[in-house]
Every structure is written in structure tokens, then in C-alpha cells.
């Protein structure tokens, strides 16, 4: 059974960092592209950042790109996601999913990122 769990959210201060992880199994992780979704109270999903199964072709959204790291550890089947400099336009659920945008599969449950004084 694929499972895709979040971790790391939380409530932050603009100009805050956050580091979310994403733990993978019943698959084949470093088989796989993964990427980063969130959604935001309203609003229809952003593709976040989605990075190839070996890690050597990685992709931002316009609106990320300069303060977000996407990588992963495929030894540990884990997907990361540094957030530096964080504005409350990033309060959304972040989710990890399985593949890229268009072929994707997968999705976690969700972490909560809140950015606010």
C-alpha cells in the first residue's frame, strides 16, 4: 500500500522557516518524481516544486522560487521542502505527492502551514 505522510507544518512569523518532510513506502521511491501541492482555503491546488526520481531536474512555481528547496533522500525515502522567508500567502495544506503535475498519483494527507504575526 503506497503511503505518502507529511510532517513539519506548523504556525510560523513572516520571514519564518519551516522544513516539512514527507516519509514514503510501499513503493519504490527513488523510482519515482515527487512533488510538492498546496491548497489554500478557497482556492484550487499550486503546484509547489516537483523534482525528478534522481534529483538532478527540479521545478518552482513562480511564486516560491528563491525561497523554497525542494530535495530528497532516497535511502531514507523521504521528500523534503525548505520554506525560508515565508509570507502569509503560503498559509495553505501542503501535500506530498507521488509523480508531477499531470501524472500524478499519490497524495499525503497534508501538513498545515499557518504564516501570521
Known amino acids: 500500500e503506497v503511503q505518502l505522510v507529511e510532517s513539519g507544518g506548523g504556525m510560523v512569523q513572516p520571514g519564518g522557516s519551516l522544513r516539512l518532510s514527507c516519509a514514503a513506502s510501499g513503493f519504490t521511491f527513488a523510482s519515482y518524481p515527487m512533488s510538492w501541492v498546496r491548497q489554500a482555503p478557497g482556492k484550487g491546488p499550486e503546484w509547489v516544486s516537483q523534482?525528478?526520481?534522481?534529483?538532478?531536474?527540479?521545478d518552482y512555481a513562480e511564486s516560491v522560487k528563491g525561497r523554497f528547496t525542494i530535495s530528497r533522500d532516497n535511502a531514507k525515502n523521504t521528500l523534503y521542502l525548505q520554506m525560508n522567508s515565508l509570507k502569509p500567502d503560503d498559509t495553505a495544506l501542503y501535500y506530498c505527492v507521488r509523480g508531477v503535475e499531470g501524472e500524478d498519483d499519490y497524495w499525503g494527507q497534508g501538513t498545515q502551514v499557518t504564516v501570521s504575526s
Open positions: 523534482i525528478t526520481h534522481g534529483g538532478g531536474l527540479i
